[in-house]
Nanobody, 128 residues
Framework: QVQLVESGGGLVQAGGALRRSCAAS????????MGWFRQAPAKAREFVAS????????RYADSVKGRFTISRDNAKKMVYLQMNSLNREDTAVYYC?????????????????????WGQGTQVTVSS
């Protein structure tokens, strides 16, 4: 399995921005795609964005489209989530995830069950 270590996050005012980072490692390194999910109190874990390592194809949840950007640095095995125009509804624990098996399209990588390694999660709090 791939090991994932997250950084970034914290407290930000509404309308502000944050960047989350996720470092992936493992020998052998087996990851075909990465995703970001979030979980607010008393709510299920929900999809935010996903990306293929190979071609950079991305998919976003409708709630973050146009505000968040997922990107990757293959050489560093890093994945990033740039979050702009944050609002209180974005408050949650954010997790990065890795999928270790091939997938035909990033379009389908929108549920936690499609990923098999998870980071530790970090709180993002947006204050009004």
């Amino acid at each position: 399995q791939v090991q994932l270590v997250e950084s970034g996050g914290g407290l930000v005012q509404a309308g502000g921005a944050l960047r989350r980072s996720c470092a992936a490692s493992g020998r052998p390194f087996s990851s075909y795609a990465m995703g970001w999910f979030r979980q607010a109190p008393a709510k299920a874990r929900e999809f935010v964005a996903s990306i293929f390592w190979s071609n950079g194809d991305t998919r976003y949840a409708d709630s973050v489209k146009g505000r968040f950007t997922i990107s990757r640095d293959n050489a560093k095995k890093m994945v990033y989530l740039q979050m702009n125009s944050l609002n209180r509804e974005d408050t949650a624990v954010y997790y990065c995830a890795s999928r270790g098996t091939w997938a035909s399209s990033v379009y389908y990588l929108t549920t936690p069950s499609r990923f098999d390694s998870w980071g530790q999660g970090t709180q993002v709090t947006v204050s009004s």
